[in-house]
């Protein structure tokens, strides 16, 4: 059984920085892709990075420039850096893991986190 764990979502104002982490625990392996997702209350969860085990990475356009990922492939753990955010990237932010097709838009994920809450203010 594999579980992942998501750590580092708060509170910040528009134009601040977040760093969110995701560690993976139980009977892991190396990950062929992992991402993060994010889900506002009635609307559906949207993919916003993924990253292979290669290092190929894909971003959604909204976070293109601002956002960034990064993983340890040795401890199966992925990171999220967040820069110059705003009030719309407010949401529940989630881990997922092992999608044969390693996409923000399209990938099928086995595993997901409980989630970590980031919330920007104007």
């Known amino acids: 059984q594999v579980r992942l764990v998501e750590s580092g979502g708060g509170s910040v104002q528009t134009g601040g920085s977040l760093r969110l982490s995701c560690s993976a625990s139980?009977?892991?392996?190396?990950?062929?892709?992992m991402a993060w997702f994010r889900q506002v209350p009635g609307k559906e969860r949207e993919g916003v990075a993924a990253i292979h085990r290669n290092g190929t990475t894909n971003f959604a356009d909204s976070v293109k420039g601002r956002f960034t990922i990064s993983k340890d492939n040795a401890k199966n753990r992925v990171d999220l850096q967040m820069n110059i955010l705003r009030p719309e990237d407010t949401a529940v932010y989630f881990c997922?893991?092992?999608?044969?097709?390693?996409?923000?838009?399209?990938?099928?994920?086995?595993?997901w986190g409980q989630g970590t809450q980031v919330t920007v203010s104007a």
């Open positions: 139980g009977d892991t392996y190396p990950f062929y892709c």
């Open positions: 997922a893991a092992e999608s044969a097709y390693c996409s923000v838009k399209g990938g099928l994920f086995i595993y």
